[in-house]
């Protein structure tokens, strides 16, 4: 039997293919770090949403066009945070299982969590209008 380039092939090796997760390469605990990441970070960055939903009636009091800067700052301020947040876990998730990549890991849930806390931080500061 030959195959199209006209060489007869080899004898299959059961050893010959790699190990599906080679040891070396595979870093164990990285699904430690993600589950940690996803079971703490998801409730918080739901109530962040919860208040980030509820901040415009801060603009009730003075309408949403003679407000002060400070507020309207602020009001601008916690979506970005709230989406960085999400941004760093969603990378957290999605780096390999690679030992090198583990401090990186670590750091982005961590970043992701302050992040998260700090659109609380916006939100329960609010400046008056």
Not at 19 to 32: C, F, W
Not at 38 to 55: A, E, K, N, Q
Not at 102 to 112: C, I, N, P, Q, T
Request: proline share 10%.
């Amino acid at each position: 039997m030959t195959n199209r380039t006209g060489t007869t092939p080899g004898p299959w090796l059961p050893d010959a293919l790699p190990p599906a997760r080679d040891p070396r390469t595979h870093d164990g605990k990285a699904i430690v770090v993600r589950i940690v990441a996803g079971v703490l970070l998801v409730p918080l960055l739901m109530i962040d949403m919860f208040f980030i939903g509820l901040s415009p009636m801060a603009t009730d009091s003075c309408g949403p066009d003679h407000c002060s800067d400070a507020l309207n700052q602020s009001l601008v301020a916690a979506p970005v945070f709230w989406l960085a947040a999400v941004a760093m876990l969603l990378v957290t998730w999605g780096l390999p299982a690679r030992p090198r990549f583990r401090a990186a890991r670590g750091w982005l849930a961590v970043a992701s969590g302050g992040s998260g806390l700090m659109t609380i931080a916006i939100l329960v500061n609010l400046p008056t209008g």
